[in-house]
Nanobody
Framework: QVQLQESGPGLVKPSQTLSLTCTVS??????????WNWIRRPPGKGLEWMGV???????YYNLSLRSRISISRDTSKNQFTLQLTSVTPEDTAVYYC?????????????????WGQGSQVTVTS
């Protein structure tokens, strides 16, 4: 059974960098052909796909976030990490990590087979 768990600060100040880590158990992040995604849901809004890192380490980002987002991985710890720079209150959301069996750049829930529980991040001074 694959499990994903987000971790990171729940409060971030405006202009700072948001950093979240997803720890994966029950499966390797290098297993062909899985992709490891970050998705968020702002309050009162729908899911937004943010970006992905593939089994081989390739990354792809939502164009709307491309100047601020970075996803990396630590294969020795079976973790992947989201960094979002220059945050504003509009980045307040529940952040999820999720696995997809193939590359997707959509937030359609049926494209993902495993999700983390979600991590609330609030951007406030």
């Amino acid at each position: 059974q694959v499990q994903l768990q987000e971790s990171g600060p729940g409060l971030v100040k405006p202009s700072q960098t948001l950093s979240l880590t997803c720890t994966v158990s029950g499966g390797s992040i290098t297993t062909l052909y899985y992709h490891w995604n970050w998705i968020r849901r702002p309050p009162g809004k729908g899911l937004e796909w943010m970006g992905v890192i593939s089994y081989s380490g390739n990354t792809y980002y939502n164009l709307s976030l491309r100047s601020r987002i970075s996803i990396s991985r630590d294969t020795s710890k079976n973790q992947f990490t989201l960094q979002l720079t220059s945050v504003t209150p509009e980045d307040t959301a529940v952040y999820y990590c999720a696995r997809s069996p193939r590359f997707v750049n959509t937030a359609r829930e049926n494209e993902y087979d495993y999700w983390g529980q979600g991590s609330q991040v609030t951007v406030t001074s």
